[in-house]
Protein backbone atom coordinates (compact mmCIF):
# COMPACT_ATOMS: atom_id res chain seq x y z
CA UNK A 1 0.00 0.00 0.00
CA UNK A 2 1.76 3.44 -0.82
CA UNK A 3 0.49 5.29 1.02
CA UNK A 4 1.28 9.64 1.52
CA UNK A 5 1.36 11.71 4.91
CA UNK A 6 0.28 15.24 3.66
CA UNK A 7 3.28 17.19 6.55
CA UNK A 8 2.56 20.48 6.15
CA UNK A 9 -1.57 20.49 6.16
CA UNK A 10 -0.92 18.60 9.25
CA UNK A 11 1.23 20.89 10.54
CA UNK A 12 -0.78 23.65 9.46
CA UNK A 13 -3.61 22.27 11.85
CA UNK A 14 -1.20 21.23 15.09
CA UNK A 15 -0.48 25.53 14.70
CA UNK A 16 -3.67 26.86 14.22
CA UNK A 17 -5.17 24.20 17.44
CA UNK A 18 -1.92 25.54 19.54
CA UNK A 19 -3.04 29.37 18.82
CA UNK A 20 -6.65 27.96 20.39
CA UNK A 21 -5.32 29.32 23.97
CA UNK A 22 -6.23 31.02 26.64
CA UNK A 23 -2.52 32.69 26.57
CA UNK A 24 -1.10 34.06 23.78
CA UNK A 25 1.37 32.42 21.46
CA UNK A 26 3.69 30.86 21.66
CA UNK A 27 2.10 29.07 24.46
CA UNK A 28 -0.96 26.99 24.74
CA UNK A 29 -3.18 26.44 27.46
CA UNK A 30 -6.66 24.70 26.86
CA UNK A 31 -7.86 23.88 30.64
CA UNK A 32 -10.79 21.29 30.87
CA UNK A 33 -14.00 23.08 29.75
CA UNK A 34 -12.66 25.90 29.66
CA UNK A 35 -13.93 28.39 26.36
CA UNK A 36 -10.23 27.67 24.78
CA UNK A 37 -11.14 23.85 25.41
CA UNK A 38 -14.64 24.21 24.07
CA UNK A 39 -13.01 26.00 20.84
CA UNK A 40 -10.52 23.55 20.50
CA UNK A 41 -12.86 20.43 20.61
CA UNK A 42 -14.94 22.08 17.83
CA UNK A 43 -12.13 22.57 15.91
CA UNK A 44 -10.89 19.21 15.67
CA UNK A 45 -14.36 18.00 15.24
CA UNK A 46 -15.30 19.60 12.29
CA UNK A 47 -11.79 18.25 10.91
CA UNK A 48 -13.11 15.11 11.32
CA UNK A 49 -16.74 15.74 9.76
CA UNK A 50 -14.74 17.07 6.85
CA UNK A 51 -13.30 14.18 6.50
CA UNK A 52 -16.22 12.19 6.66
CA UNK A 53 -16.60 10.48 10.15
CA UNK A 54 -19.38 10.20 12.41
CA UNK A 55 -18.73 12.16 15.54
CA UNK A 56 -20.59 11.29 18.80
CA UNK A 57 -19.49 12.77 22.64
CA UNK A 58 -20.30 11.09 25.93
CA UNK A 59 -21.30 12.79 29.29
CA UNK A 60 -17.82 13.75 30.06
CA UNK A 61 -16.86 15.38 26.56
CA UNK A 62 -14.15 12.21 25.46
CA UNK A 63 -15.18 12.61 21.76
CA UNK A 64 -14.85 9.63 18.86
CA UNK A 65 -14.91 9.74 15.40
CA UNK A 66 -15.48 7.05 13.59
CA UNK A 67 -14.22 5.77 9.81
CA UNK A 68 -16.70 2.66 9.46
CA UNK A 69 -15.99 -0.47 8.18
CA UNK A 70 -17.84 -3.08 6.07
CA UNK A 71 -17.70 -5.16 9.18
CA UNK A 72 -19.28 -2.84 11.89
CA UNK A 73 -20.54 -4.65 14.16
CA UNK A 74 -16.73 -5.80 15.17
CA UNK A 75 -15.17 -4.15 17.89
CA UNK A 76 -12.95 -1.32 16.43
CA UNK A 77 -9.65 -0.19 16.46
CA UNK A 78 -8.63 2.88 18.46
CA UNK A 79 -6.36 5.83 18.09
CA UNK A 80 -6.02 9.27 19.63
CA UNK A 81 -4.82 10.89 22.24
CA UNK A 82 -5.76 14.60 24.66
CA UNK A 83 -5.90 18.36 22.91
CA UNK A 84 -6.23 19.71 26.84
CA UNK A 85 -2.75 21.53 27.60
CA UNK A 86 -1.52 22.55 31.27
CA UNK A 87 -0.88 26.40 31.56
CA UNK A 88 1.96 27.66 30.09
CA UNK A 89 2.51 24.54 27.99
CA UNK A 90 3.57 23.93 24.31
CA UNK A 91 1.48 22.66 20.79
CA UNK A 92 2.50 18.93 19.98
CA UNK A 93 1.60 17.45 23.64
CA UNK A 94 -1.47 15.29 23.01
CA UNK A 95 -2.27 16.94 19.54
CA UNK A 96 0.19 15.09 17.79
CA UNK A 97 -1.85 12.02 18.46
CA UNK A 98 -4.99 13.34 17.71
CA UNK A 99 -4.43 15.25 14.58
CA UNK A 100 -1.59 12.86 13.38
CA UNK A 101 -4.62 9.75 14.35
CA UNK A 102 -6.85 11.94 12.15
CA UNK A 103 -4.44 12.39 9.05
CA UNK A 104 -3.47 8.64 9.37
CA UNK A 105 -6.88 8.03 8.79
CA UNK A 106 -7.11 10.14 5.65
CA UNK A 107 -3.90 9.14 4.02
CA UNK A 108 -5.82 5.17 4.43
CA UNK A 109 -8.59 6.80 2.68
CA UNK A 110 -6.46 8.78 -0.10
CA UNK A 111 -4.74 5.15 -0.45
CA UNK A 112 -7.84 3.58 -1.15
CA UNK A 113 -7.48 1.45 1.79
CA UNK A 114 -11.13 0.42 2.74
CA UNK A 115 -11.01 -1.30 6.58
CA UNK A 116 -12.85 -4.53 7.96
CA UNK A 117 -12.74 -3.30 11.00
CA UNK A 118 -14.22 0.26 12.24
CA UNK A 119 -11.38 3.50 12.93
CA UNK A 120 -11.98 5.04 15.85
CA UNK A 121 -10.12 7.99 16.67
CA UNK A 122 -10.80 9.11 20.28
CA UNK A 123 -10.48 12.79 21.92
CA UNK A 124 -9.38 11.99 25.59
CA UNK A 125 -10.95 14.28 28.28
CA UNK A 126 -8.87 15.92 30.23
CA UNK A 127 -5.73 13.76 30.61
CA UNK A 128 -3.88 16.83 32.63
CA UNK A 129 -4.73 16.80 35.74
CA UNK A 130 -5.31 20.47 35.97
CA UNK A 131 -8.30 21.26 37.02
CA UNK A 132 -9.44 18.42 38.89
CA UNK A 133 -6.33 17.41 40.66
CA UNK A 134 -6.69 13.61 38.66
CA UNK A 135 -4.86 13.48 35.52
CA UNK A 136 -6.85 10.65 32.59
CA UNK A 137 -10.38 11.39 33.86
CA UNK A 138 -11.82 10.70 30.89
CA UNK A 139 -10.11 7.16 29.85
CA UNK A 140 -10.47 6.29 33.77
CA UNK A 141 -14.06 6.54 33.07
CA UNK A 142 -13.97 4.88 29.86
CA UNK A 143 -12.01 1.94 31.59
CA UNK A 144 -14.16 2.00 34.55
CA UNK A 145 -11.71 2.83 36.72
CA UNK A 146 -12.87 5.58 38.09
CA UNK A 147 -16.53 5.62 39.61
CA UNK A 148 -19.34 8.10 38.54
CA UNK A 149 -19.61 9.39 41.91
CA UNK A 150 -16.31 10.97 41.47
CA UNK A 151 -18.16 13.63 39.56
CA UNK A 152 -19.88 15.00 42.91
CA UNK A 153 -16.86 15.04 45.00
CA UNK A 154 -13.93 16.24 42.22
CA UNK A 155 -14.04 19.74 42.51
CA UNK A 156 -11.65 22.54 41.34
CA UNK A 157 -10.14 25.05 43.09
CA UNK A 158 -12.91 27.58 43.16
CA UNK A 159 -15.41 24.63 44.67
CA UNK A 160 -16.79 24.12 41.07
CA UNK A 161 -17.73 20.04 40.91
CA UNK A 162 -17.12 17.95 38.26
CA UNK A 163 -20.91 17.24 37.35
CA UNK A 164 -21.08 21.35 37.59
CA UNK A 165 -18.55 21.90 35.24
CA UNK A 166 -19.40 19.25 32.50
CA UNK A 167 -22.96 20.37 32.59
CA UNK A 168 -22.38 24.16 32.27
CA UNK A 169 -19.77 22.90 29.48
CA UNK A 170 -22.66 21.20 27.52
CA UNK A 171 -21.91 17.86 28.36
CA UNK A 172 -25.42 15.86 29.64
CA UNK A 173 -26.58 12.13 30.96
CA UNK A 174 -25.17 9.71 33.72
CA UNK A 175 -21.70 9.44 33.89
CA UNK A 176 -22.55 5.41 34.18
CA UNK A 177 -23.05 5.57 30.64
CA UNK A 178 -19.31 6.47 29.45
CA UNK A 179 -17.60 3.09 30.56
CA UNK A 180 -17.05 1.18 27.24
CA UNK A 181 -18.69 -2.11 27.03
CA UNK A 182 -16.55 -5.42 26.88
CA UNK A 183 -14.62 -5.98 23.73
CA UNK A 184 -15.26 -2.18 22.63
CA UNK A 185 -12.09 -2.23 21.10
CA UNK A 186 -9.81 -4.76 19.41
CA UNK A 187 -6.42 -2.76 19.92
CA UNK A 188 -5.69 0.54 20.49
CA UNK A 189 -2.56 2.43 19.55
CA UNK A 190 -1.40 6.16 20.73
CA UNK A 191 0.69 8.04 18.97
CA UNK A 192 2.22 10.87 21.09
CA UNK A 193 5.62 12.76 21.67
CA UNK A 194 8.12 11.18 23.45
CA UNK A 195 8.77 14.09 26.10
CA UNK A 196 12.11 12.67 26.78
CA UNK A 197 15.80 13.38 24.69
CA UNK A 198 16.29 9.57 24.11
CA UNK A 199 15.35 9.65 20.22
CA UNK A 200 16.55 12.34 19.35
CA UNK A 201 19.97 12.07 21.30
CA UNK A 202 20.29 8.29 19.74
CA UNK A 203 18.61 9.73 16.03
CA UNK A 204 15.52 7.25 15.73
CA UNK A 205 12.68 8.04 14.29
CA UNK A 206 10.02 6.03 16.48
CA UNK A 207 10.18 4.64 19.51
CA UNK A 208 7.98 0.97 20.50
CA UNK A 209 6.31 1.41 24.16
CA UNK A 210 6.62 -1.67 25.56
CA UNK A 211 5.46 -0.31 29.28
CA UNK A 212 3.96 2.73 30.90
CA UNK A 213 4.64 3.94 34.17
CA UNK A 214 2.55 3.87 37.22
CA UNK A 215 1.44 7.46 38.53
CA UNK A 216 0.68 7.78 42.53
CA UNK A 217 -0.41 11.35 43.11
CA UNK A 218 -0.91 12.68 46.59
CA UNK A 219 -2.41 16.01 48.16
CA UNK A 220 -0.67 16.71 51.51
CA UNK A 221 -2.39 19.54 53.49
CA UNK A 222 -0.02 20.87 56.91
CA UNK A 223 -1.62 22.82 59.19
CA UNK A 224 0.66 25.15 61.52
CA UNK A 225 0.55 28.23 63.70
CA UNK A 226 0.03 31.42 61.99
CA UNK A 227 1.37 35.26 63.48
CA UNK A 228 3.08 38.41 62.88
CA UNK A 229 6.65 37.73 61.30
CA UNK A 230 8.31 40.34 63.81
CA UNK A 231 6.85 39.22 66.87
CA UNK A 232 6.86 35.33 67.34
CA UNK A 233 10.35 34.29 67.93
CA UNK A 234 11.57 31.73 66.19
CA UNK A 235 12.15 28.71 68.81
CA UNK A 236 8.14 29.75 68.82
CA UNK A 237 7.49 29.12 65.44
CA UNK A 238 5.34 26.20 64.10
CA UNK A 239 5.36 27.55 60.19
CA UNK A 240 3.51 25.58 57.71
CA UNK A 241 5.97 26.29 54.59
CA UNK A 242 8.85 25.15 56.23
CA UNK A 243 7.60 21.85 57.39
CA UNK A 244 5.76 21.27 53.63
CA UNK A 245 9.33 22.59 52.61
CA UNK A 246 10.80 19.55 54.47
CA UNK A 247 8.49 16.99 53.30
CA UNK A 248 8.98 18.48 49.43
CA UNK A 249 12.45 17.44 50.29
CA UNK A 250 11.63 13.88 51.26
CA UNK A 251 9.83 13.63 47.74
CA UNK A 252 13.33 13.51 46.67
CA UNK A 253 15.08 11.83 48.97
CA UNK A 254 12.76 8.71 48.56
CA UNK A 255 12.42 8.93 44.94
CA UNK A 256 16.51 8.93 44.99
CA UNK A 257 16.64 6.28 47.51
CA UNK A 258 15.30 3.34 44.96
CA UNK A 259 18.80 3.43 43.24
CA UNK A 260 16.42 3.53 39.77
CA UNK A 261 16.37 5.87 37.22
CA UNK A 262 12.92 5.15 36.11
CA UNK A 263 11.58 5.84 40.01
CA UNK A 264 10.58 10.06 39.81
CA UNK A 265 9.21 12.03 42.45
CA UNK A 266 7.99 15.84 41.93
CA UNK A 267 6.23 18.59 44.23
CA UNK A 268 4.84 20.75 41.33
CA UNK A 269 2.02 22.63 43.57
CA UNK A 270 2.15 24.60 46.96
CA UNK A 271 -0.22 26.91 47.89
CA UNK A 272 0.48 29.24 51.09
CA UNK A 273 -1.64 30.62 53.18
CA UNK A 274 -2.72 33.42 53.93
CA UNK A 275 0.52 34.28 51.40
CA UNK A 276 1.85 37.43 53.00
CA UNK A 277 5.01 38.24 53.42
CA UNK A 278 4.85 39.74 56.79
CA UNK A 279 3.00 36.14 58.39
CA UNK A 280 4.00 33.33 59.22
CA UNK A 281 1.95 30.34 56.67
CA UNK A 282 -0.41 28.71 59.02
CA UNK A 283 -1.82 26.32 56.12
CA UNK A 284 0.00 25.09 53.18
CA UNK A 285 -1.36 22.49 50.50
CA UNK A 286 1.18 21.05 48.35
CA UNK A 287 0.81 17.98 45.88
CA UNK A 288 3.06 15.11 45.11
CA UNK A 289 3.72 12.82 41.85
CA UNK A 290 5.44 9.58 42.23
CA UNK A 291 5.69 7.22 39.13
CA UNK A 292 7.41 4.04 38.33
CA UNK A 293 7.06 1.11 36.07
CA UNK A 294 7.83 -0.91 39.34
CA UNK A 295 4.65 -0.83 41.38
CA UNK A 296 6.42 -2.29 44.88
CA UNK A 297 9.21 0.23 44.65
CA UNK A 298 6.91 3.03 43.40
CA UNK A 299 4.89 2.19 46.76
CA UNK A 300 7.75 2.02 48.85
CA UNK A 301 8.23 5.94 47.93
CA UNK A 302 5.43 6.21 48.86
CA UNK A 303 5.39 4.92 52.64
CA UNK A 304 8.58 6.52 52.96
CA UNK A 305 6.75 10.24 52.26
CA UNK A 306 4.53 8.86 54.64
CA UNK A 307 7.35 8.59 56.96
CA UNK A 308 8.72 11.59 56.84
CA UNK A 309 5.18 13.31 57.21
CA UNK A 310 5.43 12.04 60.55
CA UNK A 311 8.46 12.93 61.12
CA UNK A 312 7.87 16.52 60.29
CA UNK A 313 4.51 17.01 62.26
CA UNK A 314 6.10 15.77 65.18
CA UNK A 315 9.26 17.70 64.76
CA UNK A 316 7.49 20.69 64.12
CA UNK A 317 4.36 21.04 66.04
CA UNK A 318 2.01 21.02 62.92
CA UNK A 319 -0.43 18.58 62.31
CA UNK A 320 -0.10 16.76 58.41
CA UNK A 321 -3.20 15.13 56.68
CA UNK A 322 -2.40 13.24 53.31
CA UNK A 323 -4.93 12.62 50.55
CA UNK A 324 -4.45 10.38 48.40
CA UNK A 325 -5.49 11.56 44.50
CA UNK A 326 -4.35 8.29 42.45
CA UNK A 327 -2.23 5.20 42.69
CA UNK A 328 -2.27 3.55 39.59
CA UNK A 329 -0.87 0.42 38.37
CA UNK A 330 1.64 -0.21 35.81
CA UNK A 331 0.81 -1.32 32.11
CA UNK A 332 2.34 -3.49 30.13
CA UNK A 333 1.59 -3.32 26.56
CA UNK A 334 0.07 -5.93 24.46
CA UNK A 335 2.79 -8.24 22.99
CA UNK A 336 0.54 -8.27 19.97
CA UNK A 337 0.46 -4.90 19.15
CA UNK A 338 3.57 -4.01 19.79
CA UNK A 339 4.38 -6.35 16.88
CA UNK A 340 2.19 -4.86 14.85
CA UNK A 341 3.94 -1.30 15.31
CA UNK A 342 7.50 -3.20 14.75
CA UNK A 343 6.58 -4.36 11.32
CA UNK A 344 4.98 -0.55 10.69
CA UNK A 345 8.33 0.30 11.52
CA UNK A 346 9.73 -1.84 9.20
CA UNK A 347 7.32 -1.54 5.96
CA UNK A 348 8.33 2.10 6.60
CA UNK A 349 12.05 1.78 6.55
CA UNK A 350 12.39 3.25 10.00
CA UNK A 351 14.60 2.73 12.82
CA UNK A 352 12.69 1.98 15.72
CA UNK A 353 13.94 1.14 19.50
CA UNK A 354 11.60 -0.52 22.32
CA UNK A 355 11.38 1.97 25.24
CA UNK A 356 9.30 2.69 28.08
CA UNK A 357 7.48 5.88 29.05
CA UNK A 358 8.09 7.12 32.09
CA UNK A 359 5.15 9.69 31.42
CA UNK A 360 1.31 8.30 31.79
CA UNK A 361 -0.83 8.52 29.18
CA UNK A 362 -4.86 7.68 28.38
CA UNK A 363 -3.36 4.77 27.10
CA UNK A 364 -2.46 3.45 30.45
CA UNK A 365 -5.85 3.04 31.45
CA UNK A 366 -7.69 1.44 27.91
CA UNK A 367 -4.83 -1.07 28.06
CA UNK A 368 -7.37 -2.15 31.03
CA UNK A 369 -10.07 -2.92 28.81
CA UNK A 370 -8.11 -3.44 24.97
CA UNK A 371 -4.74 -4.39 23.76
CA UNK A 372 -2.81 -1.35 23.64
CA UNK A 373 0.89 0.47 22.86
CA UNK A 374 2.04 3.65 22.31
CA UNK A 375 4.61 4.71 19.37
CA UNK A 376 7.04 7.85 20.38
CA UNK A 377 8.37 10.01 18.04
CA UNK A 378 11.44 12.23 18.95
CA UNK A 379 10.94 15.71 20.21
CA UNK A 380 13.40 18.70 20.17
CA UNK A 381 16.14 18.03 23.63
CA UNK A 382 13.12 15.98 25.00
CA UNK A 383 11.14 19.54 26.56
CA UNK A 384 7.32 19.44 27.11
CA UNK A 385 5.27 20.88 29.19
CA UNK A 386 6.35 24.70 28.11
CA UNK A 387 5.78 26.42 25.41
CA UNK A 388 9.17 25.91 23.57
CA UNK A 389 8.04 22.48 23.13
CA UNK A 390 8.39 21.09 19.47
CA UNK A 391 8.24 18.34 17.26
CA UNK A 392 9.76 18.71 13.46
CA UNK A 393 6.87 17.98 10.40
CA UNK A 394 9.17 15.53 9.47
CA UNK A 395 8.91 13.25 12.72
CA UNK A 396 5.42 13.87 13.03
CA UNK A 397 4.64 12.51 9.82
CA UNK A 398 7.34 9.59 9.77
CA UNK A 399 5.16 9.03 13.19
CA UNK A 400 1.86 9.18 11.53
CA UNK A 401 2.62 7.00 8.58
CA UNK A 402 3.73 4.31 11.26
CA UNK A 403 0.49 4.19 12.37
CA UNK A 404 -1.29 4.42 9.54
CA UNK A 405 0.48 1.09 8.27
CA UNK A 406 -0.20 -0.03 11.87
CA UNK A 407 -4.19 0.77 11.59
CA UNK A 408 -4.14 -0.93 8.14
CA UNK A 409 -2.87 -4.08 9.60
CA UNK A 410 -4.75 -4.38 12.90
CA UNK A 411 -8.76 -3.79 11.01
CA UNK A 412 -7.61 -5.29 8.61
CA UNK A 413 -8.54 -4.64 4.37
CA UNK A 414 -12.50 -5.22 3.50
Known amino acids: MNLCIDEARLSRELEILGAISESPPPVTTRVLFTEADLRGREFVKQLCRDAGLTTREDAVGNTFARWLGKDPDLPAVGTGSHIDAIP???????????????????????????????IELVIFTSEEPTRFGIGCLGSRLLSGLLEASAAE???????????QARLQAGFAGPLSGVRLRDGYYSAFVELHIEQGPILEARQIEIGVVT?????ASLRIWIE?????????????????????????????????STGAMDTVGTVGVCDVFPGAVNSIPNRVRIEADVRDIDQAR????????????????????VQIRIEPLNADPPAQCAPAVVDVLIQACDACGFRYMRM????????LFISRIAPTAMLFIPCRSGFSHRPDEYASPEAIGQGTLVLAEALASLAGAA
Open 88 to 118: NAGRYDGTVGVLGGLEAIRALARGNFRPRRS
Open 153 to 163: HLKDRSGTSLD
Open 211 to 215: AIAAP
Open 224 to 256: GEGGHAGAVLMPDRHDAFLAAAEIALGVESAAR
Open 298 to 317: RDDVLRKIAETCDQVATRRG
Open 356 to 363: ISRAYHDS
